[in-house]
């Protein structure tokens, strides 16, 4: 074990154990170092470390502290090397969406309210009506948060924001082929609506599932992964 691992584990586990708990401001270097056996050097690299992935706070003039903690926000920590994936990972991050969206629009559509489903509908009005693929990305991810903020979940909300944070950056090229897809995204984002309005946990999951699913026929298509095996592509 390296000497960044070994100040890494140490910090890890004086949280994981209670020593440290959110809020507490960490000892000082000489007496970490002395605890964990570790140089300066070590220590700060750890620090800085967990600093990025949202484990502990730093600040200027007062010291490093444990954060809160909180499932989402570690969670969300993440997007800083998701978006690094290359075509392959995006294909295994759709995948994952194909199990938790479906489930955020089933626990959604036991909780939304008419004010909702509206503001929803309107969201959609604009996806519709525009040609611009920045616009499309950015109010189609509007879309589906809006739909996991709902589910009541910050944990689901967060990791479903980080597995689309990459793929939602994606583009086809072809214009013929990214035509065809907003055809059916469309029709997808109204079939989850549709699911929503009536309160029907069973429509919406099913609509979700068939949404994503389609989603990744396209990566399979463009990212040379077509030949990975896959359950049959719904139509949207």
């Known amino acids: 074990m390296s000497a960044l ?49 949202g ?35 995006v294909l295994e991050l759709t995948e994952l969406r194909r199990v938790l969206e479906p489930h955020a629009a089933a626990l959604a559509a036991a909780r939304i309210d008419a004010d909702t489903v509206a503001a929803l509908a309107a969201v959609l009005d604009e996806i519709e009506a525009t040609t611009d693929f920045e616009a499309q990305s950015r109010l189609d991810h509007e879309f589906h948060m809006r739909i996991s903020a709902v589910a009541g979940n910050e944990a689901l909300t967060s990791l479903i924001d980080v597995l689309r944070s990459r793929s939602r950056a994606y583009r086809i090229s072809e214009p013929d082929d990214a035509a065809e897809l907003k055809v059916h995204s469309d029709a997808g984002h109204r079939a989850i609506l549709r699911g929503l309005a009536a309160a029907d946990p069973v429509a919406a999951s099913a609509a979700a599932s068939a949404h994503v699913a389609y989603t990744e026929y396209w990566v399979r298509r463009y990212s040379g992964l077509d030949d990975v095996p896959t359950a049959e592509t719904p139509s949207a």
């Open 5 to 53: 691992d070994t100040a890494l584990h140490g910090l890890r586990a004086l949280i994981a154990d209670g020593a440290l708990r959110p809020g507490d401001r960490l000892p000082s270097e000489g007496e970490l170092c002395e605890r964990l056996g570790v140089s300066r050097g070590s220590l700060r690299e750890a620090i800085r470390t967990l600093a990025a992935l």
């Open 55 to 89: 484990v502990l706070e730093t600040r200027h003039g007062s010291g490093s502290y444990v954060s809160e903690l909180r499932a989402a926000d570690l969670i969300g920590s993440l997007s800083l090397t998701v978006g690094l994936l290359p075509m392959a990972g």
